[in-house]
């Protein structure tokens, strides 16, 4: 099996600066795109920011430079680095990545479990 674990999450004043991280972890044999999303009550949950295998990323308008996303694939971990942050942002943010495992044919998606950021004074 394979699990995602987001960290990093937590209260931060409007302007701070917050680094999520997604590690991956169990029986892996290819990670491809990973994907951080964010979600408030009541709203459909948005893709905030991409990075592929070869490290091309793409980013929603809202949070372009602001927020960069960054992988260390000796480690099957991604980084979402949040700068000038705003109390918008405040949302449980969660990582998907798209998987393939030794022995299966074909690509999973996986999900982690969500870590919350609050930006608030």
């Known amino acids: 099996q394979v699990q995602l674990v987001e960290s990093g999450g937590g209260l931060v004043q409007p302007g701070g600066s917050l680094r999520l991280s997604c590690a991956a972890s169990?029986?892996?044999?290819?990670?491809?795109?990973i994907t951080w999303y964010r979600q408030v009550p009541g709203k459909q949950r948005e893709s905030v920011a991409s990075i592929t295998s070869g490290g091309n990323t793409n980013s929603a308008d809202s949070v372009k430079g602001r927020f960069t996303i960054s992988r260390d694939n000796a480690k099957n971990t991604v980084y979402l680095q949040m700068n000038s942050l705003k109390p918008e942002d405040t949302a449980v943010y969660y990582c998907?990545?798209?998987?393939?495992?030794?022995?299966?044919?074909?690509?999973?998606?996986?999900w982690g479990q969500g870590t919350q950021v609050t930006v608030s004074s």
């Open positions: 998907s990545a798209a998987i393939s495992r030794p022995g299966i044919v074909g690509v999973e998606y996986y």
């Open positions: 169990g029986s892996i044999f290819t990670i491809y795109a």
